[in-house]
């Protein structure tokens, strides 16, 4: 839910904002250029329901919302890196506050998906810590202190192997061959590869970047 730039135009909504009656609530620009206001979005979406059936989420509770920055937050370009000469970025930050914080009461969390989108299992350290430092900067003062992290690609820097009890297959059945779960025997301390998301050859090869490379080869 930053509405990236390369989402423009693609029938997504362009941002998140409070409504006349204090609900967070998508705007959502159509093909013909009206703009509407309402549940267009998971978190709008979800908010109506339980609204409606309260039994739905224990407490209220909703779920994690990841943030990156490289675009800015909820729609709102509000990278000071990224764009140093907008005109709108003290109005920009603080409507994107005020949005965080409503989500924050009504059920939401928010987790770091990193500023850039970048890859932490194979991201040199140097980028590594610039992009954890943009996000500090630029991200937490707006979305507030989050001891959550979702990676980008789900590329844990651990290289955590396949879920399962040792010693047995993903059916369950007893592997004599292998005590990771695996029914084909692997060379001690081989670890196995961990699938990076499906993209389309036409895009960038950030599933979540902009489709000319914005926020991918400056973090």
Not at 13 to 19: A, E, G, N
């Amino acid at each position: 839910m930053s509405y990236y730039e390369y989402m423009d135009g693609d029938g997504f909504p362009s941002k998140v904002l409070i409504d006349d009656h204090g609900q967070v609530k998508s705007e959502y620009p159509d093909a013909h250029g009206k703009t509407s206001i309402g549940a267009y979005d998971v978190v709008p979406l979800i908010d109506e329901y339980v609204r409606k059936h309260p039994d739905f989420s224990s407490r209220g509770s909703k779920g994690p919302v990841a943030m990156t920055g490289y675009n800015g937050v909820r729609g709102y370009r509000t990278s000071k890196s990224e764009y140093p000469k907008s005109k709108t970025m003290a109005k920009d930050t603080e409507t994107a506050t005020q949005v965080a914080d409503a989500m924050k009461a009504n059920g939401w969390v928010f987790a770091s998906h990193s500023w850039g989108h970048i890859d932490m299992g194979k991201t040199p350290m140097p980028r590594f810590a610039r992009d954890m430092k943009l996000w500090d900067a630029e991200v937490r003062p707006i979305i507030g202190d989050t001891d959550q992290l979702i990676y980008p690609f789900g590329a844990d820097i651990a290289r955590v192997e396949r879920y399962g009890a040792p010693g047995t297959t993903r059916s369950g059945r007893t592997d004599s061959t292998s005590s990771t779960g695996s029914t084909e025997p692997r060379p001690p301390g081989s670890r196995r590869a961990i699938p990076t998301c499906a993209r389309p050859a036409s895009t960038s090869t950030d599933c979540n970047s902009p489709r000319k490379g914005a926020g991918t080869g400056r973090c």
